[in-house]
């Protein structure tokens, strides 16, 4: 009998699968980000199964909490309406699954066979508690959070000016 | 107590990936372009909690931190560009983007 | 004063280059062209007379300048060689030609190529020359190519018009089919007997070969073939009739007095050859009697008046391959003589009749045209009655005469080749005065825009004298030729009858034919209309009209098929190679442009299949 670490890993990671493969075939955007969330907390809990609880937490709340509610938010401006639905449906037609799938699909059989064939044996255990993962944050990988940060910075700024182009004036430029 | 099998988490991540990217090739809304790409960015940081676990060591939690401000900088980035898009050609389509071809 | 022979040809040459280098004034073109051609003509004269008073003691002065190489036993020499022979012909050409020069001076006033047309007439005289006077047949041969690249140059000299450039090209391959018969024959001669000097030659020519040898004949008949070829004569005439697109000053002088003579010329030279081979001497009259009788019956069709003027050259011509071939040689060089006075008197005339009508051609539209050109009529008259043989007063009355004389009593005469030189009298008779009645009797039908200056003039009117006086001193030729050309009489005269009495036969055909046209063309106009709409006359005169079918013939024969071999071997296989070459480049660059479709989504598909491709390449090697 596997251990219960193993059974909640299972089920979150179905829940997961199951969830990310509805996110990317919804017809209406916010659907889909809805069940994007779902499948963010199932990593999360995902996170915690393998002795990661920092991460879960922060998971829940910069990935699905800060990054999706962007997303939402746009989509909220954007105001697209209900026609964009049958658009989405034409644009879903037969055809357009044969590439993407045969791709994934062949990508995928290659890393499981990657992974299955030279094992490296050992599992996740040990909880990593949050104080050796600041310690190695504000040790080692000094320089990587202050980059992080100038990166944010940069996007910051960059949004900002991308943001600035109001309505009035890209209707002049048109 | 035993914990999940290294590989368990990394065919997970796997699958993830790959899904990702699935629905990057199959949607052409620009949104849910910009979706994928967060789950395929997801799914790489999945990898690397696994794999830090093994060993025991904060790496690999480390590592999925700077996937996190990567992924956040690159989001508000995108979706500026995608609002901007959106005013000049009232449309999220993917394909219509294709004036640098030849 | 023999000394100054080499000038003879020098002038002209010098003058060409001269003419040929600098861009002068019209007027100074004038007088360099004619000039030099009047300073060769005076010193032919001075030459002449000098060999006349201390003639040399072998009969012939060779003048060597150099030698021109030496290669392996050949070892031509530009050296002039002087008989007789030589002298009659180089006189001739020279004053013809000063004539025709003067003449041209007026005619082609105002064209743009003034100084180039000068500067290739007096190449062409020099050329000519050259031919005349040399000593081997290495250097006849440069004279030979030489006069055929001018008349080529001439003929298209208004070449802005393509028809033109045609039929020069026309001329000249024709005459090259005949030009490599020549050059295979010098091969032969020198391979057989070692040397090209002409009089080296005969001499072992008789030596070495008997009479009816196989080398001798092959040796005479690839000869035979560039003469027929130079001289228009059938198989190889097709190409004089239209060399009559180039201006009426060249074919006054190259396409009537001198150049077509060439072949005659060259077969008078290498009698001796034509003597050992009798069947040869005999395809010579043949073709010569064939020729005068087509091309007079293609002459009684034409409506251009040059190309009238055309056949009758050919047609006169051959009256002197004929006495060649029977043997009458001085019969066929005096001939050549007279022919060159009146046929460019005839040229000349037409020549003034054509710009004063600004440009017509066709004798059906002009007419009537003594009383505005008195000048020009009275002269074509006298020219046109010493071609067709007004018996006792014109010139070529004795030469015709002489030669049908021949045609009977010599050597290789017979009574079959005199009735065919006969018939050709009437046919002469008759198409020329059919040309006078038509052109300057009856209604006028074109105004007259020009009338000729003092220029075009007084050449006429010394070529119209010489048309009348140049016949009486036919003794005195004939003396002074034997020491090179004999008469060879038939060895027993069978004849049974003299030569006055083939005088008078042929003083009765000429009434006949002059009768004949002037019934035909000056009195009933209608009569020939109905000849030639009738079935069978109509079908006579489109034959007669195309030359006989030969221009036709040699169109399915020849040109066609290498027309077609050309287009043939354009699309084989190898040039597929070469254009395969770009056609596939092409295709890959179609294919590799579409992958820059632009679209987003193709490109994130190029990078997972690379990705997948990758990872397969690392795990399966």
Known sequence: MTNLMEIAFFAAGAVAVIATVLAITRLVAVHALLYLIVSLLAVAVVFYTMGAPLVAALEVIIYAGAIVVLFVFVVMMLNLGTAARETESQWLAGRAWIVPVILSALLLAEMIYLIVRSPVPGDTSGVMAPKQVGLALYGPYLLGVELASMLLLGALVGACHLGRTSPARSEVRK | MNGVPMAYGLILAGILFALGLAGLLLRRNLLLILVSIEIMLNGAGVAFVAAGSRWGQPDGQVMFLFILAAAAAEVSVGLALLLTYFHRRQTLDADSMNEMRG | ?621
Request: overall charge positive.
């Open chain 3, 1 to 621: 004063m023999l000394q100054l022979l080499w000038l003879v040809p020098g002038i002209p040459i010098a003058s060409a280059l001269t003419l040929a280098l600098f861009r002068l004034s019209q007027r100074t073109v004038a007088w360099i062209g004619t000039c030099s051609i009047a300073a060769s003509s005076l010193v032919s004269l001075l030459v002449t007379i000098s060999f006349l008073n201390t003639p040399p003691a072998s009969g012939a002065y060779t003048q060597v300048l150099w030698r021109w190489f030496d290669v392996s036993g050949l070892r031509p020499e530009m050296a002039l060689y002087l008989d007789p022979l030589s002298i009659i012909m180089m006189v001739v050409v020279t004053f013809v030609s000063f004539l025709i020069h003067l003449y041209a001076t007026e005619f082609m006033s105002g064209d743009d190529g003034y100084g180039r047309f000068f500067a290739y007439m007096n190449l062409f005289v020099g050329c000519m020359l050259t031919l005349i006077l040399a000593d081997n047949l290495l250097l006849l041969y440069l004279g030979w190519e030489g006069v055929g690249l001018c008349s080529y140059l001439l003929i298209g000299f208004w070449y802005r018009d393509p028809a033109n450039g045609r039929a020069g090209r026309k001329a000249f391959i024709v005459t090259r089919a005949g030009d490599t018969a020549m050059v295979i024959g010098l091969f032969l001669l020198f391979h057989e007997l070692g040397t090209l000097n002409i009089q080296d030659l005969m001499h072992r020519a008789v030596q070495h070969w008997p009479v009816g040898s196989s080398a001798a004949l092959t040796a005479a008949l690839l000869l035979l073939g560039g003469a027929v070829g130079k001289s228009a004569q059938l198989p190889l005439q097709t190409w004089l009739p239209d060399a009559m697109a180039g201006p009426t000053p060249v074919s006054a002088l190259i396409h009537a007095a001198t150049m077509v003579t060439a072949g005659v010329y060259l077969i008078a030279r290498t009698h001796v050859l034509y003597s050992l081979a009798p069947r040869a001497q005999f395809a010579v009259a043949v073709i010569g009697a064939a020729t005068l009788l087509m091309a007079g019956f293609s002459a009684l069709t034409q409506h251009d008046l040059k190309r009238v003027l055309a056949y009758s050259t050919i047609s006169q011509i051959g009256y002197m391959f004929l006495a060649l071939g029977v043997g009458a040689w001085p019969a066929a060089i005096f001939h050549f003589m007279t022919h060159a006075f009146f046929k460019a008197l005839l040229f000349l005339g037409a020549g003034i009749v054509i710009e004063s009508l600004n440009g017509e051609h066709d004798i059906f539209r002009m007419g009537g045209l003594r009383k505005e050109l008195p000048v020009a009529f009275w002269t074509f008259l006298i020219a046109g009655c010493s071609l067709a043989g007004l018996p006792l007063i014109t010139a070529g009355a004795f030469s015709k005469g002489w030669i049908i004389w021949g045609a009977y009593s010599a050597t290789n005469g017979s009574a079959g080749l005199w009735a065919v030189a006969l018939s050709g009298v009437f046919l002469t008779a008759l198409y020329t005065f059919r040309m006078i009645f038509l052109v300057f009797f009856g209604q006028q039908n074109s105004q007259v825009t020009r009338k000729p200056g003092q220029a075009m003039i007084i050449p006429c009117l010394i070529l119209a004298f010489l048309s009348i006086a140049g016949g009486y001193i036919k003794t005195p030729f004939a003396r002074f030729l034997d020491a090179v050309l004999p008469w060879n009489s038939a060895a027993t005269p069978s004849v049974s009858f003299g030569e006055n009495a083939s005088e008078g036969f042929t003083a009765v055909v000429f009434l006949l034919g002059v009768g004949l046209a002037y019934m035909l063309f000056l009195r009933q106009r209608k009569f020939a209309a109905t000849l030639t709409s009738s079935a069978i006359g109509s079908a006579l005169h489109r034959f007669w009209f195309a030359d006989w079918g030969m221009d036709w013939l040699y169109d399915r024969l020849f040109v066609l098929p290498v027309i077609w071999l050309a287009k043939a071997g354009k699309g084989d296989r190898i040039d597929g190679i070469y254009t395969g070459v770009g056609q596939v480049n092409e295709l890959v660059w179609r294919g590799m442009s579409r992958t820059q479709s632009g679209r987003l989504r193709w490109y994130a598909a190029a990078i997972a299949a690379g990705t997948v491709v990758l990872i397969g390449v690392v795990l399966f090697s």
